[in-house]
């Protein structure tokens, strides 16, 4: 079965119906105060679709990683007031989940409103292993929306989540697929069943453990696979290098090896690496031969030659799916690395290349280092989501959208 659409939501009408969404609005927050605002950017085309046919539209969505109760710091008031800048309209924030306030606000819902319910991980049901409880959460956010309500799942950063707000409801009311849910699903698809070759693949962040399924799984299919940010140490490691003071995961050394010598025509590693006596933007640093890096001192970035090099291979790739920074780009002073590799994924994107960005810390590198979103085909808002789909897993997020009917 295809999945339906919100178009096919909005064909069959949903003037005076509520409509329960569930959208990724976990955005960074600094004191408060949005850091990146994009993924409620994104996240607001369907919003704004359904309350401008007269939906009576409740919004779900989680903040960071409270522990299942009531945390002012993780509170989705200054994601309301950002939404309602979005959408043009104002956004009601309730103050609870599924308590007095958010059912009394939603029967007072007219046509075109919409309310989001705060962090629905205050409720510790959400995220429960037990069914039972998840599908009691579920029960109480459909009262909000009616029996005649629709359940859309615009969230894809949390559909590889068996959670109650992304697949209990779905087993509730009909269902569909938001404008950024199929979007984020075709983009992987075609990621994985129809890429144009050259096809290259970049990867960063921190740990080889986080990205070890999606090694495994894309190294075969892929023509070139670049290692950067401080997961890169391992596999410099594995090499028999000294890494000094670098991010090194010791426990991952014979599976890098392992990963090198299956794939060595593929795998490209960096050859110099910026190092720094300490982790501060106002560090000590130099470039040094990666079989250089002085004892007692980390790699913070690759080096000038390493960005000249992926970027020869980048530039010229058809396809390109990039996840991680190559540094600790936050710091201008380690910054290069990953604003090179930006700029040669852009310019590939600019060839005619189907160009990816794989979400979290790579959209927001693309943002804090001034770079145009147009400069990718898609910057992708689902992180964690988007690498188990690469991986091949099943999504329970996507399975239970696949369902024919919702259960009485």
Wanted: glycine share 10%; proline share 4%; with cysteine.
């Amino acid at each position: 079965m295809t999945i339906k659409t919100l178009q096919d939501l909005l064909n069959e009408g949903v003037e005076g119906r509520g409509v329960l969404v569930r959208s990724d609005l976990n955005v960074p927050l600094d004191n408060g105060v949005i850091t990146d605002p994009g993924r409620i950017i994104a996240s607001a085309p369907t919003i704004k679709a359904l309350a401008e046919a007269g939906a009576k539209v409740v919004v779900t969505a989680h903040l960071g990683r409270p522990k299942g109760e009531p945390d002012p710091k993780f509170s989705l008031a200054p994601v309301a007031a950002r939404l309602a800048e979005e959408l043009g309209r104002n956004v009601q924030l309730a103050g609870d989940v599924v308590g007095y306030d958010a059912l009394s606000r939603s029967e007072g819902l007219t046509d075109g409103d919409v309310m989001l319910v705060e962090n629905v991980r205050f409720d510790p049901r959400e995220t429960s292993k037990d069914d039972a409880e998840r599908t009691k959460l579920a029960k109480a956010l459909v009262e909000l929306v009616g029996d005649d309500g629709a359940f859309v799942s615009d969230g894809f950063g949390v559909v590889h989540r068996k959670q109650a707000s992304v697949y209990d409801v779905a087993k509730l009311l009909p269902h569909y697929a938001g404008n950024l849910v199929a979007a984020e699903t075709e983009v992987l698809r075609k990621l994985t069943t129809d890429t144009e070759r050259p096809y290259a693949v970049v990867l960063g962040g921190s740990k080889v453990s986080d990205k070890l399924a999606v090694i495994e799984a894309l190294a075969p299919k892929v023509d070139t696979l670049v290692i950067g940010g401080g997961m890169c140490f391992t596999f410099l490691a594995a090499q028999g290098l000294s890494v000094g003071t670098s991010l090194l995961q010791e426990e991952m050394i014979e599976t890098c090896k392992g990963l090198l010598d299956k794939y060595a025509d593929v795998i490209h590693l960096p050859v110099d690496i910026i190092v720094a006596d300490k982790f501060a933007a106002d560090a000590d640093s130099k470039a040094v031969a990666a079989n250089e890096i002085p004892d007692g001192w980390m790699g913070l970035d690759i080096g000038p030659e390493s960005t000249k090099r992926f970027a020869a291979l980048l530039t010229e790739a058809k396809t390109v799916f990039w996840n991680g920074p190559m540094g600790v780009f936050e710091f201008e002073k380690f910054s290069a690395g990953t604003r090179g590799v930006a700029e040669a994924i852009a310019v590939a994107t600019s060839k005619g290349a189907f160009t990816v960005v794989g979400g979290g810390d790579s959209a927001a590198a693309v943002r804090t280092l001034g770079l145009p979103d147009d400069g990718f085909s898609h910057i992708s808002t689902g992180g964690g989501a988007s690498l188990e789909y690469l991986e091949g897993k099943e999504l329970p997020g996507l399975a239970v959208l696949e369902e024919d009917t919702a259960e009485d």
